[in-house]
């Protein structure tokens, strides 16, 4: 059997589109993989992870979840230990799973964040693996065009930036909204595509999935940040 790749998925954009390019690549994906933190995360993607396992449904891959429990990242001193130690779970589970199958690599969504894609190289590197980054250092603009234009249907599920209001919760990624952002981006210096925490996604639908999820929530706001409260999810 050919080499196998795992991607490292939260169901957000990024890490959803890095999945669809490889697909595109013609790399041979054959597991997602999540990292369910329970509390505040440096290094993953916390909102919304148990809706993986319908992406996973709808793409037609198998899931492997890893469940860290509390990475205690509230109470970190040092954001470089604090970042080592939570990837500690995560290459954990890749070198067990590379003891079942041949691992060619991994893909990854980070766009900027030197934090993140640093650790995950290193951590490829230490398990003789690749590592597919396709959004590495692309415009954030284009990247956001090139995801609608493909037929991805992406939702702000959190917000927490200045001019980031109410109404952008549940709210789809349009090149409308993008231009917003964009302005945004001038006033607050709000990343377009909130690479810095200012809002997280999750992929409703997509050209790599068979059925969209449909989300029924509510939305929670204080003050300054909000979420959407999920209260059922389904294929449709």
Partial sequence: MASQWVSLFSGGKDSSWALYRALEEGLNVTHLLTVHPSDDSYMYHVPATDLTALAAESIGVELIDVHPGDLEATDATDSGEQGDAELEPLEAALSELQSEIDLAGVTAGAIESEFQTNRIQGMCDRLGIDLFAPLWQEDPRE??????????????????????????????????????????????????????????????????????????????????????????????
């Fill in 143 to 236: 990247l956001g065009e090139a995801m609608i234009d493909a037929g991805f249907e992406i939702m702000l599920i959190q917000v927490a930036a200045h001019g980031l209001d109410e109404s952008w919760l549940g709210r789809t990624l349009t090149s409308d909204a993008l231009d917003e952002l964009e302005e945004l981006n001038e006033k607050y210096g709000v990343h377009i595509l909130g690479e810095g925490g200012e809002f997280e996604t999750f992929v409703t639908d997509g050209p790599h999935m068979d059925r969209p999820i449909e989300l029924e929530y509510e939305t929670e706001w204080e003050g300054t940040r909000g979420r959407l409260r999920i209260t059922d999810a389904y294929l449709g």
